[in-house]
């Protein structure tokens, strides 16, 4: 079975923080993905990755960065956590071109006060 | 720019029908549809290849009319367990990687 797993299911930070998001997949996939998830809004595209060190800017990339040194772990950094950066954001992976299926993880619900 | 889902919310009693319509101002080379039950990740459904092919599984079916760049999820004699959150996304180019979702639709199917 597929496994997406991010570090936390909850969090609570200050404004100003700077925050970090983990995720890791266990089936070797070179996609990986970071959405926030509002509600109305649906499933956003933050940032994506294509390969270890590769990363493409998403739909809404403003006020996040990302970084993948191995290829199972892709982290979201918030760099200076805004209240309007409070949302579900939720991982995803899949291979190129094969399936086309992505794999989500549990979502980490992330509160900024 | 985001597919426009209709309708935002439909609710159902067991055994009944409901359509939901996914549709894009952009030409498309694919449509996906996923289910997010409450509190839990969303799971892939299906997915419609440019070419219009009808796809289902069991009683939950889909279409994909590129003209109208339009997709529908057709589901059938509703179950249970058919309720959560439904999201189209799609892909204007192949690989189906990048994806664009729609707003989602709340399917609530009651006894």
């Known amino acids: 079975d597929v496994k997406v797993t991010q570090s936390s299911r909850y969090l609570v930070k200050r404004t100003g923080e700077k925050v970090f998001l983990e995720c890791v997949q266990d089936m070797d996939h070179e996609n990986m993905f970071w959405y926030r998830q509002d509600p109305g809004l649906g499933l956003r595209l933050i940032y994506f990755?294509?390969?270890?060190?590769?990363?493409e800017k998403g739909d809404i990339p403003e006020g996040y960065s990302v970084s993948r040194e191995k290829k199972e772990r892709f982290s979201l950094i918030l760099e200076s956590a805004s209240t309007n950066q409070t949302s579900m954001y939720l991982c995803a992976s899949t291979n190129p071109g094969g399936a086309y299926e992505q794999y989500f993880g549990p979502g980490t619900r992330l509160t900024v006060t | 720019q985001q597919p426009v889902q209709s309708p935002q919310a439909v609710i159902l009693r067991e055994g009944e029908d409901a359509v939901i319509n996914c549709s894009s101002s952009k030409a498309l080379y694919s449509v996906h549809w996923y289910r997010q039950k409450h509190g839990e990740a969303p799971v892939f459904l299906m997915i419609l290849l440019k070419g219009g092919e009808q796809k289902g599984h069991e009683k939950i079916s889909a279409s994909f009319n590129e003209k109208k760049q339009q997709s529908s999820l057709y589901l059938t004699a509703s179950q249970l367990s058919y309720s959560g959150t439904y999201f189209c996304?799609?892909?204007?180019?192949?690989?189906?990687?990048?994806?664009?979702f729609g707003e989602g639709t709340q399917l609530t199917v009651n006894p």
């Open positions: 990755s294509y390969d270890v060190k590769m990363k």
């Open positions: 996304g799609t892909d204007k180019s192949p690989g189906g990687s990048r994806l664009t």
